[in-house]
């Protein structure tokens, strides 16, 4: 066989693998001018594989069909960018859009607002997330005295409404056994406004989803003192389609999927480089994506339905009730997963194996001071220098903080410094992160101070700030 005939054979046909893995089979339709309309969140970073980076490198035009029903069929692809999903909806629900990616709770009222318009959408794909509930977060301004959720009762909390930060907020004010109507004020504000007002120091806290509580915290003005794996509820964002449309154009949602498993193999190879991409396209900054996406980041990156995927789906949905939004919506029956299989059987892969797969992005370097291969991640660090391509990566914290002030007395600058919570085994950014430094002098880092308290108490050390592991790394240097 040869080259061309091979590629045909592996073009060839995306309507009967399609009907292969159960998807609706349409008349062939000669001619057709049709619209592809992706609404995109580009600055929610969870999104960009589904979105920026197919987008910016012309991905999807890569693999859209063009034999069969297609082979006289034009394009008219449009993309619009949406700050959070409930806009996004609005313009799906109204038919402007066909395809468009969000989180799990605004993809919930996705199902609900179709519903309520006598019509369905898909959930179709998961993008990025977190099984073990990282990437929501809670932060205050810098200079205030809170340190944990407990403290914030009787406070006011800024969110984005009708967001997963949203849901996780009310998940988590439910666990701490308070109304969330009587024992904190909830008010609507979105990432844009909510910056400048913790910078101002004019709101108590602010929750807020991917990657705006990081950011805020890179950029100098907030602090995070809750994180969603705190809750241990699952979260993720995907993509979801109008039903009517993915129904009539099956090949056409998978040539999407293939164009976002391109997106995701690109990104792992080379997530600097990615990251860097995002930054130009975004304005958020390559070390908060590369927080999020690089190896052992905050997100994994997955195409698959997990079973704690749904769950989140389905804790979504029930979270609508709290909002008085209840819709006759099933988690089973929302997701569709036939696409999905189908793009990865069209690619070469097993869909059944990374849905067995929880790994996050492995991270394999060597230190860089000692240059031996890092074997154990507890403490793992990170170095991005301004300028060089690639993060350094050090097996220990005290050896990334004695780097960190040669790099400094060198001239350069640093883009980042990443640690890892002990407990939760997060990526953090080590600026505003608690250390417990034990009797043998060894740090360890933690998203919560009470944390850094009860381990430095167990055994026999003392708790630090990050200006306060760097002093007592350097004494003892």
Same mark, same amino acid.
């Given at each position: ?6 590629? *045909? ?5 995306? +309507? ?6 159960? !998807?609706? /089979? #349409?008349? $062939? %339709? &000669? ?123 009787? *406070? ?5 409404? +009708? ?6 907020? !009310?998940? /988590? #004010?439910? $666990? %701490? &056994? ?145 909002? &008085? ?153």
């Amino acid at each position: 066989m040869t080259r061309t005939t091979r590629r *045909r054979a592996l073009a060839l046909s995306t +309507a009967a693998l399609g009907l292969a893995a159960g !998807l609706p /089979a #349409v008349r $062939a %339709q &000669g001619g057709e001018n049709i619209r592809i309309a992706i609404g995109t969140q580009d600055t929610t970073i969870n999104c960009a594989t589904g979105g920026l980076l197919i987008r910016e490198l012309k991905l999807l035009e890569k693999y859209l069909p063009r034999e069969g029903r297609y082979k006289d069929a034009s394009y008219d692809i449009q993309w619009k960018n949406f700050t959070s999903g409930a806009p996004l909806t609005n313009e799906m629900v109204a038919d402007k859009l066909d395809i468009g990616s969000m989180a799990d709770f605004p993809g919930a009222n996705n199902g609900a607002a179709f519903l309520k318009a006598g019509r369905r959408s898909v959930f179709f794909t998961v993008l990025s997330g977190s099984t073990g509930g990282s990437g929501n977060g809670i932060v205050v301004p810098l200079q205030s005295s809170v340190t944990s959720l407990s403290e914030l009762k009787g *406070r006011t909390i800024s969110v984005p409404f +009708a967001s997963t930060a949203h849901g996780m907020l !009310l998940r /988590a #004010v439910a $666990a %701490q &056994g308070w109304d969330p109507r009587k024992d904190v004020n909830i008010i609507t504000q979105a990432p844009e406004v909510a910056g400048p007002a913790l910078q101002a120091n004019k709101i108590e806290a602010h929750a807020d989803f991917v990657p705006f509580s990081e950011l805020f915290e890179h950029r100098g003005f907030a602090r995070k003192i809750y994180d969603g794996s705190q809750a241990e509820a699952p979260t993720y964002h995907g993509t979801l389609a109008n039903a009517a449309y993915a129904e009539k154009h099956p090949e056409i949602i998978v040539a999407f999927l293939r164009a976002a498993i391109e997106a995701d193999r690109l990104f792992a190879a080379e997530p600097e480089k990615y990251s860097e991409l995002i930054e130009k396209v975004t304005g958020i900054e390559a070390a908060i994506n590369y927080l999020y996406h690089g190896p052992l980041g905050l997100q994994t990156r997955d195409l698959t339905w997990k079973p704690e995927y749904r769950k989140a789906l389905a804790t979504s949905i029930d979270t609508l009730k709290l909002l &008085g939004r209840e819709a006759p919506l099933d988690a089973q029956t929302f997701i569709d997963d036939r696409y999905v299989r189908a793009a990865f059987k069209q690619s070469g892969l097993d869909y059944q194996a990374r849905l067995a797969n929880y790994d996050r992005l492995p991270l394999k370097a060597n230190d860089a001071v000692t240059g031996r291969p890092i074997a154990d991640f507890r403490r793992v660090a990170g170095i991005w220098v301004q300028g060089e391509p690639k993060v350094r990566h050090y097996a220990a914290i005290e050896g990334a903080l004695v780097d960190l002030r040669r790099i400094e007395q060198s001239g350069a600058k640093v883009r980042a410094v990443y640690v890892h919570d002990l407990i939760h085994r997060i990526k953090l950014l080590a600026p505003t992160t608690w250390y417990a430094q034990d009797a043998k002098g060894q740090l360890s880092a933690f998203l919560q101070k009470d944390a850094a308290v009860g381990y430095a108490n167990a055994n026999k050390g003392r708790v630090l700030d990050f200006a306060g592991a760097r002093t007592a790394v350097q004494a003892a240097a």
